[in-house]
Nanobody
Framework: QVQLVESGGGLVQAGGSLRLSCAAS????????MGWYRQAPGKQRELVAS???????AYADSVKGRFTISRDSAKNTVALQMNSLKPEDTAVYYC???????????WGQGTQVTVSS
């Protein structure tokens, strides 16, 4: 079992920055891909950014050039640096992780990000 604990959400004005963090409670050798997803009211949950064990990154087109995902595999943590925030970035952000050799996903409880115009 993997528990994911997120932190760093909040309220920020458009153009501002926030940094989200997620810590996974599991063996450092068992976590595979880690990522951030978000869900706005009335919308489906969508991928924001992900990073694999070897450091390969993927971003949603809507956040490229503004968000940066990073990972500390020794500590089983993943962070999302969000710059130039827009009101449309407002959503609940969820951390997700997969385990090596295990199907399925693990989700954090979510953290609210609100960007005011």
């Amino acid at each position: 079992q993997v528990q994911l604990v997120e932190s760093g959400g909040g309220l920020v004005q458009a153009g501002g920055s926030l940094r989200l963090s997620c810590a996974a409670s599991a063996s450092i050798f068992s976590i595979d891909t880690m990522g951030w997803y978000r869900q706005a009211p009335g919308k489906q949950r969508e991928l924001v950014a992900s990073i694999t064990r070897d450091g390969s990154r993927a971003y949603a087109d809507s956040v490229k050039g503004r968000f940066t995902i990073s990972r500390d595999s020794a500590k089983n943590t993943v962070a999302l640096q969000m710059n130039s925030l827009k009101p449309e970035d407002t959503a609940v952000y969820y951390c997700r992780a997969t385990r090596v050799g295990v199907s399925g996903y693990y989700w954090g409880q979510g953290t609210q990000v609100t960007v005011s115009s």
